[in-house]
């Protein structure tokens, strides 16, 4: 029987070199791949659709607020310097004639129902970012963007 000690064969090369070739190969390649750097994610805040409106009289009838056609309960309505939360939309008849009403409320304060008129104009056509929302109230319309 021949020395095997003296002469390589395939499974002594492939086991004595082949194999720690390739073990660094594949370890070398996760360490170059590995990436140390910080990654901040930017929470996206949620704020309130905020319109102007203006105030219009018609002839013998109490003031309206002109509001944007696309009104919805959550937005807010800013006249002069006066903000209010539109909680709700409903109709409503007053001598014999059916006109919408917005319930609104004015900070903490109670709500009061105001009669509008639903009009685009391009005062009133502009977003506004109004006051945030909290992380977890979904169901308001709002507008996305970063923290300020």
């Given at each position: 029987?021949?020395?095997?000690?003296?002469?390589?064969?395939?499974?002594?090369?492939?086991?004595?070199?082949?194999?720690?070739?390739?073990?660094?190969?594949?370890?070398?390649?996760?360490?170059?791949?590995?990436?140390?750097?910080?990654?901040?994610?930017?929470?996206?805040?949620?704020?309130?659709?905020?319109?102007?409106?203006?105030?219009?009289?018609?002839?013998?009838?109490?003031?309206?607020?002109?509001?944007?056609?696309?009104?919805?309960?959550?937005?807010?309505?800013?006249?002069?310097?006066?903000?209010?939360?539109?909680?709700?939309?409903?109709?409503?008849?007053?001598?014999?004639?059916?006109?919408?009403?917005?319930v609104v409320q004015a900070g903490?304060?109670?709500?009061?129902?105001?009669?509008?008129?639903?009009?685009?104009?391009?005062?009133?056509?502009?977003?506004?970012?109004?006051s945030a929302l909290p992380p977890?109230?979904?169901?308001?319309?709002?507008?996305?963007?970063?923290?300020?």
């Amino acid at each position: 029987m021949p020395e095997r000690e003296s002469c390589m064969d395939r499974r002594l090369f492939l086991f004595a070199f082949a194999a720690p070739a390739a073990a660094l190969t594949f370890t070398a390649g996760k360490v170059v791949a590995r990436d140390d750097r910080v990654i901040r994610v930017r929470r996206l805040v949620r704020h309130r659709i905020r319109r102007r409106v203006t105030v219009r009289t018609i002839v013998g009838r109490r003031p309206f607020l002109v509001v944007p056609r696309q009104l919805a309960t959550g937005w807010e309505l800013v006249h002069a310097s006066q903000v209010v939360v539109v909680l709700g939309l409903r109709w409503v008849e007053t001598d014999g004639r059916r006109h919408e009403v917005a319930v609104v409320q004015a900070g903490n304060g109670p709500s009061d129902e105001i009669e509008i008129l639903r009009e685009d104009t391009a005062d009133n056509g502009i977003e506004l970012s109004g006051s945030a929302l909290p992380p977890r109230d979904e169901m308001t319309p709002a507008l996305e963007d970063s923290p300020r």
